[in-house]
């Protein structure tokens, strides 16, 4: 199972928005839809964002959203923040039962 | 609190092995999916393997099948990982993570890791 392709690195002004892409194939972001969506700061474990597409925990900021379109799941970060300055990982169900991971963006702040 | 924390990280030889806990606290694991995914220095995150709430299900990823062995006591709260035949590209984090289904699919409790490093 090939990790799915995300952008090595994207970075943003205080205020923007950024958009982080994921793509899979139809053997598994574009066959479930169970994707989510981690952050992980260094030396921290990782914390969900977004599961299943589009749904956010009750304690994650509503300036984080998911979609997807076919074979390619986004996270899109708005107002952006120095405290998202993080990794970001996308995560999906496979149709051989297992999961795979994204191959990690660094989300910088400028 | 709900919390899971790891043990038995640590520097082995290259063919060595090692076991891994992860203690759940907080909530039971016979309720739930649980999994081991892994840190990689400089690559990222990696899935490694799961188990059903009552063991019946086991997955691992390509990279450990044959090598690695997942399992529970539920008695004892408490998931291992069985690392064997251990090779440098092994070396990571460690994390176990639960999936209760509160979050969706999602891996909702995380611990904090251990660290394995396979020497060659």
């Known amino acids: 199972q090939s990790a799915l392709t995300q952008p090595a690195s994207v970075s943003g002004s205080p205020g923007q928005s950024i958009t982080i892409s994921c793509t899979g194939t139809?053997?598994?972001?574009?066959?479930?839809?169970?994707v989510s969506w981690y952050q992980q700061h260094p030396g921290k474990a990782p914390k969900v964002m977004i599961y299943d597409v589009n749904n956010r925990p009750s304690d994650v900021s509503n300036r984080f959203s998911g979609s997807k379109s076919g074979s390619t799941a986004s996270l899109t970060i708005s107002g952006l923040q120095a405290e998202d300055e993080a990794d970001y990982y996308c995560?999906?169900?496979?149709?051989?039962?297992?999961?795979?991971f994204g191959t990690g963006t660094k989300v910088t702040v400028l | 609190e709900v919390q899971l924390v790891e043990s038995g990280g640590g520097l082995v030889q290259s063919g060595g092995s090692l076991r891994l806990s992860c203690g759940a606290s907080g909530f039971a694991i016979s309720t739930c999916w649980m999994h081991?995914?892994?840190?990689?220095?400089?690559?990222?995150l990696e899935w490694v393997s799961r188990i059903h709430g009552d063991g019946y299900e086991i997955n691992y990823a390509d990279s450990v099948n044959g090598r690695f062995t997942i399992s529970r006591d539920n008695a004892k709260n408490t998931l291992f990982l069985q690392l064997n035949s251990l090779r440098a590209e092994d070396t990571a984090v460690y994390y176990c993570a639960s999936q209760r289904w509160l979050q969706g699919s999602s891996f909702d409790i995380w611990g904090q890791g251990t660290m394995v490093t396979v020497s060659s």
């Open positions: 139809s053997s598994d972001v574009g066959g479930y839809k169970f």
């Open positions: 995560c999906s169900y496979t149709s051989t039962k297992n999961y795979v």
């Open positions: 081991w995914v892994r840190l990689v220095p400089g690559k990222g």
